[in-house]
């Protein structure tokens, strides 16, 4: 056993190669990282900057298709990459655990909770099975855990989300590792949500000595989170230090622009007259019988404004999008498009109230056609609304792909050879195309980094204050409201519980479930859950 | 103005892959096969120059004369020469086989996308009929609509066709499924798009590979099928030459240790395992592109 400042995971000068088409390229590239025994280091960077690549690697695991050409990943004493896989895999799970980022996909749906916890230690015989269940029990207490006595007997589907991910960290802990790798835990989960689950995995990291690497495109939740801080992008280390002193002197430009990310912010612009878009009295639920999924919504959309819908999932913010875009039918209320009444379905609408509401879908994944190319998709909605054939087209075509800020080349792709910004570039020139008034947005940038996600806000701005449309732009995202907002309604549980202009409803006084969401937004300062939970504990045994 | 550099697209590769590279990538097996087909295919079309003699002229007085320099695989039980009979029975059964496998495609591939686009009453009374015809064995159900319909080649090709259609509506309905679902085909309706283009260029590319390794096994089935039914004799009539109805006649010669019978059988199977390792090369490559989205 080696002492307690000694490295316990050691990674030198690792190589890690990936596949794609028959072709070798560097996911990692010579990286080095140190970790002490109880030491947590964050790894940020954005999607293939090689942060999993690295993180799996410390369990001396690459991922199908790909393969380590160089390096040692030294753990306790031992370097894994030359151990034979029968000796690594008794100490993953045991001794190195990992955490994942969709404890949805991750979880076996037909097993309890209970007996996939424990089935490493089980399985190993490192403790007999009732032990092993007590041993649960109190780790599923310690990730605070409603029912931690009964909760195991559940499966995955019975529980909620940040619920699921505890467990899976539960699971990670169970066996009492030296070293868990945490994968982007709390980017799936709503920002109440991840306070929470954030929280817990703190505490218990804390509380048992265990070092972890965590790994994160959300600067903000790593400051809470690590002692250290490694920046990765294209594979290679950019810059490492304390996280205080990498919050408050970064050296590297990257990391500036990284950081410099959250501070787009949109000027205020003079309240506009005349509405576009009115709700009034408006209900909706899934099914003659089903709960209400929207209650009593009034709102307005001012033309050439951007009115932001935020909330948690489940607060019925993209089903009232889905009702104005006539997808969903309300049950009752009226909707009011510049002056007329807008018919509830899509199908009782005609072809030019079609082209005035455009609704761009969140995942640009499933929104582009996959066989289709960046033209065929941007020239059919000129086809349909504008009647445009040949030349007049393709120019029309070039001048979208100029407004958002791609080049001509790029009208041949497929939607698999372009990037996930790109991707929803595309998704929003195809909104473009027909020349909307009203554009729903339905969490654009929510699947993107967040330099990706910057990009974009900073390009829907231009166009808007170049062609006035309105957004209505659905997001849980506080910092994104910031940016885009003129307005903003909050939404709870199909209820609108704030509303008004965007300077109105971010200053105080909040209503409560506001002052929660607004809470719950990770803040870019290293103490601010530290902070956040003690004045919750605090507010909580107030009377 | 063009796109941030940070945000690259992830292949840097050629953007298009030609169809000539995709062969290229075929593995021996396929290619094999591929060239198997491919002389199938030339000696029906060829048929008329290929065959010696002609497709129902008795030739010989001996029936089941032995190989020799003129018969070279001999003759049948009425002195026709077998290798012709064999030369023209690619034809018929191949071109029988194609004709009832584009019909039951074309059928069943549209109403099934249609039941998957629409839902609700139309994909329950086209589903529910599906099902009923679908619980009848097939062979059985063919037999007897053959014997109400008659025994002609074009009865032959729509009763078959209208029977695989319903396995082809299960297949390409339930593929359709996953693609309704998603947010594009939502988008062509907002945009107040028909039918007839949701199915022909949002759905129906999406769906091709699997509908056409699916033509594939059901052009083999199709063929099978057929040879079956010829075998019981209500399948490709005399004189017309056709692969199964040589097996049945052929048949009762095995008892006697006459393997002539196993020279059509033979004709069969090597087409139906190359039009297989087709369609596996071709399945394989589908999903690998799926997995690769």
């Keep these: 056993m080696q002492t307690d400042n000694a490295h316990l995971l050691d990674i030198r000068d690792l190589r890690v190669e990936g596949e794609s088409d028959g072709q070798w390229s560097t996911l990692v590239d010579g990286v080095s990282l140190t970790l002490r025994r109880g030491e947590v280091l964050g790894l940020v960077g954005e999607s293939g900057a090689g942060k999993s690549t690295l993180g799996l690697a410390a369990l001396g695991y690459v991922r199908p298709g790909c393969r380590i050409t160089g390096g040692q990943v030294i753990f306790d004493g031992r370097d894994l990459l030359s151990l034979p896989e029968d000796q690594r895999r008794p100490l993953r799970g045991h001794r190195i655990s990992y955490v994942a980022q969709s404890a949805a996909a991750s979880f076996n749906p037909a097993h309890s909770l209970m007996n996939q916890t424990i089935e490493t230690a089980v399985q190993r015989h490192l403790m007999p099975a009732t032990e092993a269940r007590n041993a649960a029990t109190q780790q599923f207490r310690r990730l605070s855990l409603p029912h931690p006595d009964s909760i195991g007997k559940r499966y995955p589907h019975q529980v909620s989300g940040g619920q699921l991910q505890r467990i899976m960290t539960a699971m990670a802990m169970h066996c009492g590792p030296d070293l868990i790798v945490f994968d982007e835990p709390t980017t799936a989960l709503d920002v109440t949500t991840q306070v929470e689950v954030l929280a817990s995995i703190r505490e218990a990291v804390e509380a048992r000595g265990t070092a972890a690497i965590y790994i994160t495109h959300d600067l903000a939740v790593v400051a809470q989170m690590a002692h250290r801080i490694m920046v990765l992008r294209h594979g290679k280390l950019v810059e490492e230090g304390e996280t205080q002193a990498m919050l408050d002197a970064p050296q590297q430009d990257y990391t500036r622009s990284l950081w410099a990310v959250r501070e787009v912010q949109k000027t205020t612009l003079q309240a506009a007259e005349k509405p576009l878009l009115t709700i009034q009295g408006l209900n909706f639920s899934y099914g003659k019988a089903g709960p209400k999924a929207l209650e009593g919504i009034d709102l307005t959309v001012p033309r050439g404004r951007t009115l932001a819908v935020v909330g948690e999932s489940g607060s019925g913010k993209s089903t009232l999008g889905r009702v104005i875009a006539g997808l969903n039918v309300a049950d009752s209320g009226q909707v009011t498009f510049d002056g007329q009444v807008l018919p509830r379905r899509i199908g009782q609408r005609d072809k030019d109230l079609m082209r005035r509401i455009q609704l761009v879908h969140q995942s640009a994944d499933t929104a582009l056609n996959p066989r289709h190319t960046v033209r065929e998709l941007i020239a059919r909605p000129l086809e349909t609304f504008h009647r445009l054939r040949g030349s007049e087209r393709e120019r029309r075509v070039q001048e979208l792909l100029e407004m958002i800020e791609l080049g001509p080349r790029y009208a041949d792709r497929l939607p698999s050879e372009l990037s996930g910004g790109q991707k929803q570039r595309v998704n929003i020139a195809r909104g473009l195309a027909a020349g909307p008034d009203l554009m729903i947005c339905d969490e654009v940038t929510s699947a993107l980094d967040q330099l990706v996600q910057e990009g974009i806000l900073r390009m829907l701005l231009n166009l808007q204050a170049e062609l006035q449309i309105s957004y209505f732009f659905i997001t849980h995202d506080i910092s994104t409201v910031r940016a885009i907002a003129d307005g903003i309604v909050v939404m709870h549980h199909g209820r609108i519980v704030e509303a008004g202009p965007r300077q109105d409803v971010l200053s105080p006084p909040h209503h409560p479930y506001t002052e929660l969401l607004l809470g719950s937004a990770p803040q870019m300062r290293t103490d601010w859950l530290t902070d956040l939970l003690a004045s919750r504990a605090a507010s909580a045994s107030a009377p | ?293």
Aim: proline share 5%; charged share 15%; net charge neutral.
């Design chain 2, 1 to 293: 103005m063009h796109a941030d550099p940070r945000d690259i697209a992830p292949s840097a590769g050629p953007v298009r892959r030609s169809k000539r590279s995709l062969l290229a990538t075929a593995p021996l097996s396929a290619r094999i096969a591929m060239l198997i087909i491919l002389a199938y295919l030339l000696v029906a079309i060829f048929a008329p120059l290929l065959a010696p003699f002609g497709e129902a002229e008795v030739v010989s007085q001996m029936p089941y004369a032995p190989p020799d320099a003129q018969f070279l695989l001999g003759t049948d039980q009425l002195g026709r020469d077998q290798l012709s009979r064999l030369i023209y029975g690619a034809r018929n059964s191949m071109g029988i086989a194609l004709a009832t496998t584009l019909i039951s495609f074309t059928l069943g591939s549209l109403l099934g996308i249609t039941a998957a686009v629409l839902g609700g009453w139309v994909d329950q009374v086209l589903s529910r009929f599906v099902d009923v015809i679908m619980a009848i064995p097939q062979l059985i159900f063919a037999l007897i609509l053959l014997s109400i319909a008659g025994s002609s080649i074009p009865n032959l090709i729509i009763i078959i066709a209208l029977l695989d259609s319903t396995r082809v509506f299960r297949v390409s309905r339930a593929v359709a499924m996953n693609v309704v679902a998603m947010e594009f085909i939502e988008a062509a309706r907002l945009r107040g798009e028909g039918l007839a283009w949701i199915i022909r260029r949002e759905i129906l590319p999406n769906i091709m590979p699997t509908l056409i390794a699916e033509f594939g096994l059901r052009f083999c089935f199709a063929f099978l099928t057929i040879s079956a039914l010829s075998f019981l004799g209500l399948g490709i009539q005399p004189p017309t030459a056709d692969w199964g109805s040589m097996v049945r006649e052929a048949s009762s010669l095995i008892a006697y240790g006459n393997l002539t019978l196993f020279i059509p059988a033979i004709a069969i199977a090597v087409l139906t395992i190359s039009v297989n390792l087709v369609v596996d090369w071709f399945l394989d490559r589908a999903s690998g592109l799926r997995n690769a989205n």
